[in-house]
Nanobody, 124 residues
């Protein structure tokens, strides 16, 4: 079992920025795919970005590209999502996820382990 713990959510005005963090066991950095997802109130969970922790290769959905940046800090055992130019529609719960690398971390990757999420509210 891989425990993932998100933090960094909060309330921000439109146009603002937030950086979300996801703490994970150190051993997964280097051998796992990780990703960030967004779930708006009453909606399904949408993929935002993936990263292969072995070499830092990143993958973004069109909705995340240009505003969001996924990154990792191996020394801190932490995955990040930097979110800029936030919009009210970015409101919701943000989840990080992980799965053991099995050849690809592309956007279609199905994840095995999930955090409980962190709440973001963007006001207009």
């Amino acid at each position: 079992q891989v425990q993932l713990v998100e933090s960094g959510g909060g309330s921000v005005q439109a146009g603002g920025s937030l950086r979300l963090s996801c703490e994970a066991p150190g051993y997964i950095f280097g051998t796992y795919c990780m990703g960030w997802f967004h779930q708006a109130p009453g909606k399904g969970r949408d993929r935002l970005a993936n990263i292969y922790t072995g070499d830092g290769t990143t993958y973004y959905t069109d909705s995340a590209k240009g505003r969001f940046t996924i990154s990792q800090d191996n020394a801190k055992n932490t995955l990040y999502l930097q979110m800029n130019s936030l919009k009210p529609e970015d409101t919701g719960t943000y989840f990080c996820a992980a799965r053991k690398f099995s050849g690809s971390c592309r956007l279609g990757t199905a994840f095995t382990y999930w955090g409980i999420g962190t709440q973001v509210t963007v006001s207009s």
